[in-house]
């Protein structure tokens, strides 16, 4: 990197950040990314280090992996974190103060996954999968379609684990609403069949979670904010749109920043890639134009090759940012979550605002194995 864009790195990316009660010292995020060395569903001492040394080594926001909420099908391992129970809990409390101790601001990511959970599974063996219609992604039965006994369970287990959030210290939240987990099958017109209130039009299909999201936000404080992560693309279907058209994004995001969202999180598989013909935005741009809020943009960040590759033994080729800051000086977006990078390299943010990016430790598949 040279010394011009190193400069324009650090103009760009060190920019506070804040919303609401949340203030981070950069642009740059930490994406949630699932590590599954959680035993029993509780963070340890290796986890409250594992994001502390990301904090420390300059990332403004860390968002947690997902975290199950307190729902017996919400979960398909006892490796992957939960948000609720006195151990968990506690682990999570020193995951908040570890990085704060670090100069970091955290925010769980806060999920439940739906029919995708694999039957037989832990940490509720037992536990049918369920969504919306009792039908996988594309379309083939799989668990049971939900009744409004379970949904209003599952919107008070969001609003149980935003009020432990804020209670525990962390800065705010995010809904994990993406990758064909529960939220997302409520939203995609794929999985959800219903013939209530809570199926039919895009507009109908985002009442579940436009509910979930007013539930939280009555929960917490004024203070205490709200992130929500979307995605057009689903595991395994990377082409599939939940709009096709910025109007039917606009009558996605409308329910969502009307019950409460401060802040979206847009996943894509690779950020540089414009959302809809006819303009250059990637998916975060257009939501931030269309709903006004803010949002974080994700997706290969410093690399050529997609997150899922990586569990195919695939590690991707180091590129630069130039591109990124581009987008950034436009105001398109107004942070950048880092996924693999910072797998890789706990210092990658610090190098990156230094100019220092020929020093980062690229990432390789083989660092999944471990938590370092």
């Known amino acids: ?28 995020a930490m994406a949630p990314m699932t590590r599954q060395f959680s035993p029993g569903g509780v963070p340890g001492e290796d986890v409250a280090d594992y994001y502390a040394r990301r904090a420390a080594g300059g990332v403004g926001l860390i968002v947690t992996e997902g ?61 049918e999968p369920v969504g919306p219609s009792g039908i996988s992604l594309t379309g083939e039965p799989k668990g ?7 949904l209003d369970d599952v919107i008070a287990a969001f609003a149980r684990a935003a009020a432990e959030a804020e209670r525990l210290g962390f800065d705010g939240i995010e809904l994990h609403g993406a990758h064909g987990y529960l939220i997302d099958q409520f939203l995609w017109s794929g999985s959800n069949r219903r013939t209530d209130a809570y199926g039919g039009d895009l507009v109908a ?19 205490f904010p709200l992130f929500f992560r979307m995605s057009q693309w689903k595991a395994d279907a990377y082409e599939a ?12 995001l409308t329910p969502l920043t009307e019950a409460g969202v401060d802040v ?16 250059d935005l990637n998916l975060a741009g257009w939501v931030k134009k269309i709903s006004g809020r803010p949002t974080l943009t994700v997706g290969s960040v410093g690399l050529d090759g997609d997150f899922f590759g990586a569990f195919q033994g695939n590690s991707p080729t180091v590129t630069g940012i130039g ?5 950034m000086e436009r105001d398109e977006f107004d942070m950048v979550a880092v996924g693999r990078g910072l797998i890789g390299d706990p210092e990658w943010a610090a190098k990156t605002l230094a100019g220092r990016t020929g020093d980062i430790t690229p990432f390789d598949a083989e660092m999944l194995r471990t938590l370092h």
Request: glycine letters at 6%.
């Open 264 to 279: 979206f999180h847009a996943s894509t598989r690779r950020y540089w890639l414009p959302e809809f013909d006819g303009s």
């Open 241 to 252: 749109k939940l709009a096709q058209t910025p109007g039917e994004l606009d009558a996605l």
């Open 67 to 127: 975290t199950y909420i307190d729902h017996s099908s919400a979960g398909t391992s006892d490796q992957v974190p939960r948000f609720h129970g006195e151990d968990a809990l506690a682990g999570w409390a020193r995951v908040a103060d570890a990085v704060h101790r670090a100069g970091g601001a955290v925010i769980p990511q806060l999920w439940h996954v739906g029919v995708t959970r694999t039957e037989g599974a832990p940490p509720v063996a037992d536990a």
């Open 323 to 327: 591109q990124l800051l581009e987008r």
């Open 144 to 150: 049971r379609a939900m009744t409004q006994q379970d």
């Open 205 to 223: 299909r985002t009442r579940f979670a436009a509910e979930i999201v007013a539930a939280c936000r009555a929960a917490v404080s004024d203070a």
């Open 1 to 28: 990197m040279t010394d011009v864009t190193a400069d324009r790195a650090a103009d760009t990316l060190s920019r506070p950040f804040a919303v609401r009660g949340l203030s981070s010292r950069n642009r740059i």
